[in-house]
C-alpha cells in the first residue's frame, strides 16, 4: 500500500476532536525531521482548550532569497455524532469497496498525508532544491479558531517571515478529484439586532410599541437590498436572517425587543465598514431605537490566476486530465488569516461531499494522484 494511503490512515486513527491534536502534529513533524525540516511546536488558548501548533521550515540553495511556499492545514476533525450510525468506528480507518472510511478522511487528514509524502518524495528527488517548503498545521480549525493559525501568522509577522505562496489543503473538488480549487474566500459579517419596543397587555396596544411591526418595514430593505453586484471572482454579497426572537412566551403581551441575527457572506466589492454603515442607515432612517453587536469573522481575499493557481491548475491536468474551475464560494477557511501576510493562496484536496458527515470517506484511488499533484505543484514552483 502507498505512503500516502497508510499516513492517511494514521492520521485518521489519531482521535483529534478539537482541539486535540491527538499526536497527528508528533507525527508529521517526525517525518519532516527526518528532511532536514527545522520544526517548532506551539501550545496556546485557555487550560481547557489547549490549541496545538506545528510550523516547520526547510531552506534551499537559494536561502532566504528563495520561493517559499507554505502547506497549510488542521489536524482537528469536529465530533462523530452518533457512533451508532457509522458503519465503522470513525477513528479505525477502513477500506471498503472504492473509499477509505474514517473521521477526517475528506477533512483534511488526507490532505495533510499528500503534503508530508509528496514533500519526501519531492526532496528525495531534488536534494538541492532551490526555494524554501514550509508547514504550518493547527488543531484550531473547526473551532473557534483564536489560538490557531491566526496567532501563527501573527508570530511569523513579527519574524518577518516571508511567503510567496500557500496551498491550503481543504477539500474542494466536488463530482471528480481536480475539478475545482479555492482561489479565495467570501468575508463573513455578523450582526446581532436589538430593536426596542414598549412591552405592554396585547389588550391595550396604544400603551405600547411593537418592534415586530416597527422593524418590519426595515427587514424588508435590509432583504431587498442590493449590496455589490460581485465581479469575476465573487457573487454578489449576500444578506441572510439566521434568526429572529421576542416576547416572553405568553400570547397576551406585546414584546419590549426584538432580536435578529444575521449575516453577510461579502465580496471584497464591498468592505466591512460599508455594510455596516448601510444598515445602520436602513434602520435609522426606519425610525427604529436600535443596537447591533458586530462580528467580523474574516475579509475576503482573492488570489488571481498568477503563478500558484496555475501551477497548480497545469499540475491537475498533467496528473488527472481535468480542467479545474477556480472558485470562491463556500464557507471560510484559514486563508483568511494566511492572505494577509501571503499575497498568493489558494485551496485544494479531494471531493468534499462527505465532510463533517457519518461515514466521512476519501475515495481511496484518489490519494496517490491527490499526493502527485502537491509534488508536481512544488516541482515546478520550489525546484
Known sequence: MSAAIELTKALIACRS????????????????????????SVVGGPSDFQVTNLWAI?????????????????????????????????????????????????????????????????????PEHAGTIAFLITSD????????????????????????????????????????????RRGSLSGKLHIKGIQA?????????????????????????????????FQPTSFQISNIHAGTGANNVIPGELTIDFNFRFSTESTPEQLRQRVESILTEAGLTFSIDWVLGGSPFITGDEALASALRKAIQDETGVVTELSTTGGTSDGRFIAKICSQVVEFGPINATSHKVNESVCAEDIVPLKNIYKRVLEQLIA
Open 17 to 40: 476532536v478539537t482541539p486535540a491534536d491527538g499526536g497527528c502534529q508528533d507525527l508529521i513533524a517526525a517525518r519532516l525531521k527526518e528532511l532536514g525540516f527545522h520544526t517548532e
Open 58 to 126: 526547510k531552506k534551499g540553495t537559494q536561502g532566504d532569497a528563495g520561493k517559499v511556499l507554505m502547506f497549510a492545514g488542521h489536524t482537528d476533525v469536529v465530533p462523530t455524532g452518533p457512533l451508532e450510525k457509522w458503519e465503522s468506528d470513525p477513528f479505525t480507518p477502513t477500506i471498503r469497496g472504492d473509499y477509505l472510511y474514517g473521521r477526517g478522511a475528506a477533512d483534511m487528514k488526507t490532505s495533510l498525508a499528500g503534503f508530508v509524502v509528496a514533500t519526501e518524495e519531492f526532496i528525495t528527488s531534488n
Open 141 to 184: 480549525e473547526e473551532g473557534p479558531a483564536n489560538d490557531g493559525t491566526v496567532v501563527m501568522c501573527e508570530r511569523l509577522k513579527e519574524r518577518g517571515q516571508r511567503l510567496d505562496y500557500c496551498v491550503i489543503g481543504e477539500p474542494t473538488s466536488v463530482n471528480q478529484l481536480g475539478d475545482m480549487i479555492k482561489n479565495g
Open 201 to 233: 397587555h396585547i389588550a391595550y396596544p396604544h400603551l405600547g410599541e411593537n418592534p415586530i411591526h416597527l422593524s418590519a418595514p426595515a427587514i424588508q430593505a435590509l432583504v431587498s437590498t442590493e449590496w455589490d453586484q460581485g465581479n469575476r471572482y
